[in-house]
């Protein structure tokens, strides 16, 4: 091959990574006014968007009055009720997305996400001990937050410290499978204690949800407000190791004549990743699948050059988790299935229809 056709070959691949990330960003601004306009209350498309914009631009937008709404109403419905939970979406999706993108990469293991590491395994053991014992560090209000979050945080610590002694892929793999079982057998053992409404709430706990969003709780700026700040301090860091990624996929003794420390970078990823994650899920309860697949599509569609890779899988990861909770608000309506449920019906085909095209070559 020439090196003219081989500067057009990689010309042609970057057209393709900036293709399919403005597709994204096409998708997600549409996704969000159609998303705004389901509920009980009748709003339009435009008049969805009139009523975000208004609140930037109060001069130029105003979405029109309607036969039960007036204007002030429609503004009131779409920042009160439906934005909150678009916009936890969007983060939500970015946040696990990543995660699950970051874990592959510095266990370089295809099955690496949050839920296969037990991560969240042991946030639905923290949130069952808080429901069914009513047992945590903080109380009040935020006891089942707080425990589902200081336990995903100790899923990560158990994890390093039984790979401490060698802080391997493999071994991390290992402990995270462990604790997995460890988290889900004391998780089952609380369900089997409690009583029928307290192991009732446990599961639809584990099933995941939207539907706590909110930005005017005690929290600045409610729960979003909270996983905004996490997400922006992690991504740029996460970004800027973009390369040192790039290099523990050619292996650890390659990645080390480079320059890289391999195992300072391999601990301080998985607990960032832990971190995000564990911010996510006390909020949103686990939500499965997003972690996994989204990496996987992103991977297919652009490549595995983490400089690309990490962002586009943010864009999928906002995109798959906003869409398939719209599914789970339409499909039954007005009965609004839990999130975690439709990710797992839509991601699952998806994924293996992708994976059957390329016949695994990507990874």
């Known amino acids: ?211 706590r969003a909110d930005w005017e709780s005690s929290f600045p700026y409610g729960n979003i407000g909270i996983i905004a700040m996490v997400l922006l301090v992690t991504i740029p860091y996460l970004l800027l190791k973009s390369w040192d990624l790039n290099a523990l996929g050619a292996g650890d003794e390659t990645a080390k004549s480079l320059g890289v420390r391999v195992e300072r970078i391999r601990i301080t990823c998985m607990f960032i990743a832990s971190f995000i994650t564990a911010s996510i899920i006390a909020f949103t309860g686990t939500i499965g699948f997003i972690g996994l697949v989204c990496p996987h599509i992103t991977r297919m569609m652009i490549g595995s050059d983490h400089r690309f890779l990490l962002p586009g899988t943010c864009l999928t990861g906002a995109v798959l988790l906003l869409a398939t909770d719209t599914v789970a608000r339409t499909i039954v309506a007005p009965v609004i299935l839990p999130v975690g449920i439709v990710t797992a019906f839509m991601g699952v085909p998806l994924f293996v229809y992708l994976l059957m095209r390329q016949r695994g070559g990507y990874w």
């Open 1 to 211: 091959m020439s090196r003219s056709e081989v500067k057009e070959e990689y010309r042609s691949f970057i057209r393709q990574r900036i293709l399919f990330v403005l597709i994204l960003l096409v998708i997600t601004p549409l996704l969000v006014g159609y998303a705004a306009t389901l509920g009980s209350a009748d709003i339009s498309v435009k008049a969805a968007y009139d009523a975000i914009l208004h609140r930037f631009f109060p001069d130029r937008f105003n979405p029109a009055p309607t036969e039960k709404l007036d204007s002030g109403t429609i503004v009131t419905i779409l920042w009160t009720l439906r934005l909150p939970r678009i916009v936890l979406g969007i983060l939500a999706g970015i946040g696990l997305a990543l995660a699950g993108a970051v874990m592959q990469a510095i266990l370089k293991n295809p099955l690496a996400s949050p839920y296969t590491l037990g991560i969240a395994s042991a946030a639905s053991f923290g949130a069952s001990l808080a429901i069914i014992l009513g047992v945590g560090l903080v109380g009040g209000e935020h006891l089942i937050i707080a425990n589902a979050f200081i336990f995903a945080m100790i899923a990560a610590l158990l994890i390093y410290l039984l790979s401490i002694k060698r802080t391997s892929p493999e071994m991390m793999v290992l402990a995270g499978i462990a604790i997995m079982y460890l988290f889900s057998a004391m998780t089952s053992s609380l369900q089997y204690m409690g009583e029928a409404e307290e192991v009732q709430e446990v599961v639809y706990w584990m099933f995941g949800s939207l539907g």
